[in-house]
C-alpha cells in the first residue's frame, strides 16, 4: 500500500516537544496539517514556533520563501477535537498514561472516517492495548518518531497484534515519503531503541547516585571518550524527566518489576519539582 496522498490532512494532537515537531514535518511533506491540543493556546502556540523555526531556515536559504508562504496557508491549529473529522492519518503525541491515550483514541474513532488511519506516538506503551478498546483496532499503528522529529530520520513502525498489515504498510510508505528511514516493530515494552536505551540512562543516573562523578564529567566523558551524540543527562533534559520517567516505569511495569528497568528516584524528584528540564527552564542543567 503507497503513500497517503499529499492531498489527505493531517491531524496532530499534542502540540508539545513532539507533536509540534511531527506537524512541522508532516506540513513541510506537502500536507495540509491540523494541530490540536487540551491545553488553551498551546496548539496556536505550536503553530507559531514552527513558523518560527521555518522562517530561520528560509533566513539561512534552507527553504524558499515560497515554500514557508504555501505552508502557512496549510498549518493551522484546530480550537476542538470536532475539527480533525476530515484527518485521512491522525498521529497522538500526548501524555505517556495508556487510559489517557485510550480514551483520546475512542472519541477520535466517532469523528474521522472509517478509513482514516489512527497512530500513536507513544513511546513505550503497547501498541495492542492502546488500540484494544477500539471498535477498529486494525487501523492503529504506533508511529514513534525521535527528538527533535524534523531532524532525526528514525521512525518505528510499531505494529500491534491486530494492526492490520495494510496500514503498516501504509504508515512505512508515508514516512519514506517524508524524507524519513522507517523500520517496522512489534509491540514490545520500549520497542527496540527506547528498550536499548534504558541501560544508558539508568547507569548514568546509578554513576551519579553513588557520586562518581558530576553530571556535566559524566556527560562529557560519554560524548567525547565514549562518542554518543549527547551524554545520559543532557539528553534526559531534552527528552523530558516526566516523559523520560514514565517511559521507564512503563517498561518497568510491561517486564514485571525486572530490576534491570528500575525507575530512577534522582529523577522521581525531578519530576516532582518539576525540574523537567529544557522545557521546563530547569533540570540537571540551568537553562534560563
Ligand atoms: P510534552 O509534555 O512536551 O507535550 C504533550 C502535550 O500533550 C502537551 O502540550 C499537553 O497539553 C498535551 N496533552 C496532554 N493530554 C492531552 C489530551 N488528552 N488531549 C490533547 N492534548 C493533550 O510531551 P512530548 O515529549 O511531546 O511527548 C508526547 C508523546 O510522545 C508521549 O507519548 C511520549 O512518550 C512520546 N515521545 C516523546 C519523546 C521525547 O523525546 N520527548 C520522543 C518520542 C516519543
Known amino acids: 500500500m503507497g503513500a497517503l496522498p ?26 495540509p496539517v491540523l494541530l490540536y491540543d487540551a491545553a488553551a493556546g498551546a496548539a496556536e502556540r505550536g503553530v ?6 521555518l522562517g530561520k531556515l528560509v533566513d539561512k536559504g534552507r527553504l ?52 482514516a488511519i489512527l497512530a500513536t506516538n507513544t513511546s513505550s506503551i503497547s501498541v495492542t492495548a492502546i488500540a484494544a478498546k477500539l471498535g477498529r483496532p486494525g ?20 505494529s500491534g497484534l491486530a494492526t492490520s498489515a495494510e496500514v503498516a504498510a501504509r504508515v512505512h510508505a508515508t514516512c519514506e515519503a517524508w524524507g524519513k528511514a522507517p523500520v517496522h516493530a512489534k509491540s514490545t515494552p520500549g ?35 565514549g562518542g554518543f551524540r549527547m551524554g545520559p543527562f543532557e539528553l534526559m533534559d531534552l527528552i523530558g524527566h516526566d516523559v523520560n520517567f514514565a517511559v521507564t516505569s512503563s517498561v518497568f511495569a510491561a517486564y514485571f518489576n525486572d ?30
Open 139 to 158: 487501523r492503529l499503528a504506533g508511529m514513534h518518531f525521535f527528538n527533535p522529529a524534523p531532524l532525526m530520520k528514525l521512525v518505528e513502525v510499531v
Open 64 to 115: 524558499g520563501a515560497d515554500a514557508l508562504a504555501d505552508i502557512r496557508g496549510r498549518l493551522r491549529a484546530a480550537a476542538t477535537l470536532e475539527e480533525l473529522a476530515p484527518a485521512g492519518l491522525v498521529i497522538e503525541a500526548i501524555v505517556e498514561n495508556l487510559d489517557v491515550k485510550r480514551e483520546l483514541f475512542a472519541r477520535l474513532e466517532a469523528l474521522v472516517a472509517a478509513d
Open 259 to 288: 530490576p534491570r528497568f528500575t525507575p530512577s528516584l534522582i529523577q522521581q524528584e525531578l519530576v516532582a519539582a518539576g525540574y523537567l528540564g529544557r522545557k521546563s527552564g530547569r533540570g540537571f542543567y540551568d537553562y534560563a
Open 6 to 31: 499529499t492531498s489527505a490532512t493531517v491531524a496532530v494532537i499534542g502540540a508539545g516537544t513532539m507533536g509540534a515537531g511531527i506537524a512541522q514535518v508532516a506540513a513541510q511533506a506537502g500536507h
Open 191 to 225: 520497542f527496540i531503541v527506547n528498550r536499548v536505551a534504558r541501560p544508558y540512562y539508568a547507569e548514568g543516573l546509578r554513576l551519579l547516585g553513588e557520586g562518581a562523578a558530576d553530571v556535566a564529567t559524566l556527560d562529557a566523558l560519554l560524548r567525547e571518550a
Open 48 to 53: 507559531q514556533g514552527i513558523l518560527r523555526t
